[in-house]
């Protein structure tokens, strides 16, 4: 990614009120960001633990989305994160919703994901971060191909929840 200040990552934010885009939570350490190495920005409430936010580059320009993590816990078994491809055992991995209307009075319209609980696909897309006590699918793409299928599945989410509420 490009380096992002904090009002364009704030302005970023489509699928929540304006109010609610200047209020929220950004990573606490937005200095140390390692921006060149981040696939897309993914990062969990330092205040809110059930809300996570991903913020992508896309064709129409950075763009970001709130997302909610459905507290259900998810039935034993391993599930994929759809975003960077990687098997997680139990809370690895996340049901997450994503609110596809502005205002949250209609709830009833999210479209719904499994994504990294952490929301940290870029560290498992590079592997600076394995999940324990699991195989991973045998894959013959280079790392940079891999990044590459991370963004665009990011971006491919983004545009998703933007048609939903075009
Ligand atoms: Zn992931």
């Known amino acids: 990614m490009q380096q992002h200040s904090e009002s364009e990552i704030r302005k970023s934010f489509f699928n929540c009120t304006k109010g609610a885009a200047k209020r929220l939570n950004l990573p606490h350490d937005l200095a140390d960001i390692d921006w060149e190495r981040e696939i897309f920005l993914g990062w969990i409430d330092p205040k809110a633990p059930q809300s ?3 913020v992508v580059e896309t064709e ?3 763009r970001g989305i ?3 993590k459905n507290t259900q816990k998810t039935k034993g078994g391993a599930q994929m994160c759809q975003l ?3 098997l997680h055992p139990g809370s690895g991995v ?3 919703s994503i609110q596809s209307t ?3 009075k209609d709830h009833y319209n999210s479209v719904g994901t499994y994504i990294c609980a952490d929301l940290r696909c870029t560290d498992y897309t590079w592997g600076t971060k394995r999940p324990a006590g699991i195989r991973q699918m045998e894959e013959t793409l280079t790392p940079e191909d891999r990044a590459e299928r991370t963004r665009r599945n990011a971006a491919g989410l983004i545009d998703r929840i933007a048609q939903k509420m075009a």
């Open 102 to 104: 502005k205002s949250s």
């Open 52 to 54: 996570g936010y991903i």
């Open 60 to 62: 129409a320009g950075l």
């Open 94 to 96: 996340s049901m997450y």
């Open 84 to 86: 960077c491809m990687t």
């Open 66 to 68: 709130v997302l909610q």
